[in-house]
Nanobody
Framework: QVQLVESGGGLVQAGGSLRLSCAAP????????MYWHRQVPGKQRELVAS???????NYADSVKGRFTISRDNAKNTVHLQMNSLKPEDTAVYYC????????WGQGTQVTVSS
């Protein structure tokens, strides 16, 4: 079963930074678009950022200027650098890869304390 593997979540104070990482199988990473989503209990999963195989990026308005998505082609890994974190960024963050169909990671908890 194909799975994406996330890491890097944790507890941080407001204003701090975290970097999430997602390792993907080479074919998905090389040819597919990679996404980061987040979900708070009781709410719908929200798209945070995306990056195409060519490196084009998009961000949710709520994270523009604070989060940066990037690719490490040597390691088949996508990163989400999160700066100036706010308590409302608290959520479980999920990585998704899309190549013909969707592939998801297991999620990593990010908690931002005020």
């Amino acid at each position: 079963q194909v799975q994406l593997v996330e890491s890097g979540g944790g507890l941080v104070q407001a204003g701090g930074s975290l970097r999430l990482s997602c390792a993907a199988p080479r074919n998905i990473f090389s040819f597919g678009t990679m996404y980061w989503h987040r979900q708070v209990p009781g709410k719908q999963r929200e798209l945070v950022a995306s990056i195409t195989s060519g490196g084009s990026t998009n961000y949710a308005d709520s994270v523009k200027g604070r989060f940066t998505i990037s690719r490490d082609n040597a390691k088949n890994t996508v990163h989400l650098q999160m700066n100036s974190l706010k308590p409302e960024d608290t959520a479980v963050y999920y990585c998704r890869g899309h190549l013909v169909r969707d592939y998801w990671g297991q999620g990593t908890q990010v908690t931002v304390s005020s």
